[in-house]
Structure formats: structure tokens, C-alpha cells
């Protein structure tokens, strides 16, 4: 059973790289870039080149042909001999719609999946990254068969730029907090004049006061009632 299952997977690929030959003529009158960057599936020809996405919706529409096609009618028929019997035309119909509602679901399904795992853009993604490491020629990175060793050689620029990156803020945080206490000085000694010009108006207020009563005394020795005595 498993051979069967690696041979009809091995065969869906071969399919999916056996582009037919209308589809090449169009590759190739309109350009198509992707098929150009894009490396070929493993056992597909140099000019049968896709980019990932391309490659998974054909594989997905293969594959679900392939199992759309083990519910044939003949199939249907047999496990419900007795009403294809009795009406035959009408199981027909059945069966038509059933395979309509099947392939519908099933892609609905496979939509809804490929749009929440965001599978459009990391396949894209990964054909950029290929692309751009063409152009490298540093080589890729390799285990060194130390486990910690490598873990801290992914984990330490990680680490590193995470300490930059909170030592920027702490420095952006030191400015603002320097700014806030030169506006808390600021408004302290704005208070502290206001209140030493209250406290002078008042001193000054008290001096007038004083002054009024002296002069008042001095005009009124006797006070007001002897100012009007006959």
C-alpha cells in the first residue's frame, strides 16, 4: 500500500513538471518572470520552471482531480445499487451534484487554509530568498555538529541587536525624562516668583494700610466723633 502511495505522489509530480506544450508557448511569448527566477521541482526539466506558488496550485489541483476522480459514477452506482436500479437518471443527477458539492467544499477548504497560514506570501518569500542567494556567494550556513554552539551563534546576533536596540530606547527614554525635569524646574521656579511677587504685593499692601492709619491718626487726633462736636 505505501509503494502504491509513494508511486501515485511520485506520478502527480511527474504530471505537474510534464508542461504541456500550449503552456510553454505562453511562458515564453508573455515572459513570465516567475518562471524564469524559479528553480524547477525536483525531477522537472530546465524550461519547465514555476515559482512555488504556481507549482502548489498545480500539485493541489492535481491531486484533487486524482481524488475527485476515485468517486467515478460507476463507484457511486455500485454502493447504491438498488436505487440506480430504480431510477438511474435521477442517481445521475445524484451523483453530479455530489461531485460538484465535493470539489467545492474541498477547495473552499484549501482556500481558507492557504489564506490563514499566509502561504501566498511565504512561498513568494521563499522564492526571493532563492533568488537573492544566487547572488551570494558566501557559502550557506551549516550545523557544525555542536548543538550549543549553534544555537548561540543564532541566538547571540539575535541578542546583540535586541541590546542595541534597548539601549537606543533607554537613551531616547533618559532625553525625555531630562526634557520633563527642565519643564518641572521651570514651572517650580515659575511658582516660586509668583509667589515672592504675592508676597511682596501683600507686604506692600500692608505698608499702604499702615501708612493710611498713621495719616489718619495724625489728621484725627480725637478721633472722628470730636471732628463734628459744637
Known amino acids: 500500500m505505501e509503494e502504491s502511495e509513494a508511486a501515485t505522489q511520485k506520478k502527480t ?20 518572470v516567475s518562471s524564469q527566477t524559479s528553480e524547477p521541482a ?15 496550485d498545480k500539485v493541489v ?25 430504480s431510477n438511474p437518471l435521477r442517481m445521475e443527477s445524484i451523483h453530479k ?15 481558507r487554509l ?15 530568498l532563492e533568488s537573492a542567494a544566487k547572488n551570494n556567494p558566501d557559502p550557506a550556513w551549516r550545523p557544525s555538529g555542536i548543538p550549543e554552539q549553534d544555537f548561540c551563534s543564532f541566538l547571540k546576533p539575535y541578542y546583540k541587536k535586541q541590546e542595541a536596540y ?3 530606547e533607554l537613551k531616547k527614554i533618559r532625553a525625555e525624562n531630562a526634557a520633563l525635569a527642565q519643564q518641572v ?3 517650580r521656579e515659575s511658582i516660586t516668583q509668583t509667589e515672592h511677587c504675592i ?16 495719616l489718619k491718626s495724625t489728621l484725627c487726633p480725637y478721633g472722628d466723633s470730636g471732628v463734628f462736636d459744637v
Open 199 to 214: 508676597s511682596t504685593t501683600v507686604d506692600e499692601w500692608k505698608a499702604s494700610v499702615t501708612e493710611f492709619e498713621r
Open 61 to 85: 489541483q492535481k491531486s484533487l482531480d486524482k481524488f475527485i476522480g476515485q468517486a467515478s459514477f460507476n463507484t457511486f452506482a455500485k454502493t447504491f445499487r438498488p436505487l440506480y436500479k
Open 166 to 168: 534597548m539601549r537606543l
Open 97 to 111: 451534484q455530489f461531485i460538484e458539492e465535493l470539489r467545492r467544499t474541498i477547495q473552499e477548504d484549501i482556500s
Open 114 to 128: 492557504t489564506e490563514e497560514g499566509q502561504l501566498e506570501s511565504k512561498l513568494n518569500e521563499l522564492d526571493k
Open 185 to 187: 524646574q521651570a514651572g
Open 13 to 32: 509530480v511527474d504530471d505537474v513538471c510534464a508542461k504541456d506544450p500550449a503552456e510553454k508557448q505562453t511562458g515564453e511569448a508573455t515572459g513570465d
Open 42 to 56: 525536483a525531477g522537472c526539466e530546465p524550461e519547465a520552471r514555476w515559482s512555488r506558488l504556481k507549482l502548489f
